[in-house]
């Protein structure tokens, strides 16, 4: 019985050594498939010339002109703005939902995910329905209040464009804060506050030093979708320029897709670098 377990046991072990990498195997194909090779076109797409050679006259052209370095500016402007709006009401309602929500947690997370149920472009165009001219708005301070005597011109501008992606961006930011709040032991907020310390002191050298994975998993994931945020922009945006909305007009207009290419490479280092530094700037010892 012993000598035929041993001439069975590398038979029984062999697909327990083959399964995991099988499994991957459909994973690693469609990646391979549908991310690294569009990725590879993209690039060569952008080192081409149209006569077939070699060139980086487009990367020159992007990171030395003063305008495609505004627009490139101002991209990484909007994302952070965007992202630090987003910290700034996510993380009250976040310890507002862990802490003080109760029985409410479930409607306020409702609440929160609700605008993601819905397309952007319908989330969009309600903006517009509220803002717009003779929308919601300017209804109610015109005709029902008479506040004013004319309608105000709300839509199409940068700050209407900018709520817009907070309000959608937003839940990212408390779901990723709130996570780990939920996992801080309280025991150590009420033993600082047994030391002495007062609620702000409390909150300032033991809550918000725990809690910056959480900004930092939040903060990653708005920048990123701020970064590449495309549609809210052209309907929104009031003439706001972005690297998102460059490569569209190369595409379309134009048709110079070496250039889009280009421009997206430019657009995928950059979230890729700010992925770093936000990484670098949470990242604890030991986390």
């Known amino acids: 019985m012993s000598q035929t377990s041993i001439e069975q046991a590398p038979t029984s072990r062999r697909p327990r ?7 991957a195997l459909p994973a690693l194909l469609f990646l391979a498939v549908f991310f690294v ?3 590879f076109d993209n690039g060569m797409r952008s080192v081409l010339a149209e006569d077939g050679s070699f060139t980086l006259s487009r990367y020159v052209s992007l990171l030395t002109d003063s305008f495609y370095l505004g627009i490139i500016a101002q991209t990484v402007a909007l994302s952070a703005g965007v992202t630090v709006i ?5 993380y009250p309602v976040a310890y507002f939902l862990v802490r003080k929500a109760g029985r409410w947690a479930g409607l306020i997370i409702f609440l929160l995910i609700a605008p993601l149920l819905t397309s952007i472009i319908m989330r969009t165009f309600g903006w517009q329905v509220l803002f717009a001219r003779r929308g919601l708005v300017n209804n109610l301070l015109v005709d029902q209040l008479g506040i004013l005597s004319a309608p105000l011109r709300l839509t199409n501008s940068p700050e209407i464009a900018i709520a817009a ?3 959608v961006l937003v839940p990212f930011m408390v779901l990723s804060i709130a ?8 025991r150590l907020e009420e033993s600082a506050k047994i030391l002495g310390a007062n609620r702000l002191r409390t909150f300032f050298e ?5 809690s910056l994975d959480g900004i930092g998993t939040g903060a990653i994931l708005v920048f990123m979708i701020a970064n590449g945020s495309f549609v809210t922009l052209v309907l ?3 003439g706001m320029q972005t690297l998102p909305l460059m490569i569209y007009q190369q595409f379309n207009t134009t048709r110079d897709f070496g250039m889009a290419s280009a421009m997206s490479t430019i657009l995928l280092v950059i979230a890729v670098l700010c992925l770093f ?6 990242r604890r010892k030991g986390a």
């Open 17 to 23: 050594l083959l399964t995991p990498h099988l499994m």
């Open 37 to 39: 090779l569009p990725l």
């Open 86 to 90: 987003s910290i700034l009401i996510g």
């Open 165 to 167: 992606l907070v309000h």
């Open 179 to 186: 996570t780990v709040l939920q996992g801080i032991d309280t």
């Open 206 to 210: 033991v809550t918000l030093p725990l």
């Open 236 to 238: 929104l945006g009031g």
């Open 277 to 282: 530094l936000q990484l670098r700037l949470v």
